[in-house]
């Protein structure tokens, strides 16, 4: 087993740890921690098994295997980040609707009370 195969374990596996103690502590939501697990235990499963992470690599055409946890990994904070944008998205049409709702109940307050 050479240095890259052990840090590409112990780092994948170290992250899989942290994600699920940050759950744990409740400092990160499940929903969220979906991807960032899956991620991790590609990676891991794929650092374990050389022959599956030789085979996938020379299939995409990438003559160093490890470049290809790389890939994977670059892929995965891809996904995260359109998660987490479209999220952000829901969450600003959300809080745009209840501030136009805000305004309609104070607007209806102040009219009952008289208020110009």
Not at 10 to 30: D, Q
Not at 32 to 55: P, T
């Amino acid at each position: 087993m050479n240095r890259v195969t052990l840090f590409s374990i112990c780092a994948s596996a170290g992250f899989l740890l942290y994600i699920l103690e940050m759950v744990r502590r409740r400092k990160l939501r499940e929903e969220y921690s979906i991807l960032w697990l899956a991620g991790s235990v590609i990676i891991l499963v794929l650092s374990l098994k050389q022959g599956w992470l030789v085979g996938l690599a020379h299939a995409v055409g990438i003559v160093y295997p490890p470049s290809f946890l790389f890939l994977v990994g670059i892929l995965f904070i891809l996904l995260i980040l359109i998660h987490f944008s479209i999220a952000i998205s829901k969450l600003h049409q959300m809080n745009k609707k209840m501030a136009q709702e805000i305004a309609l109940l104070k607007t209806n307050s102040d009219e009952r009370r008289g208020a110009p």
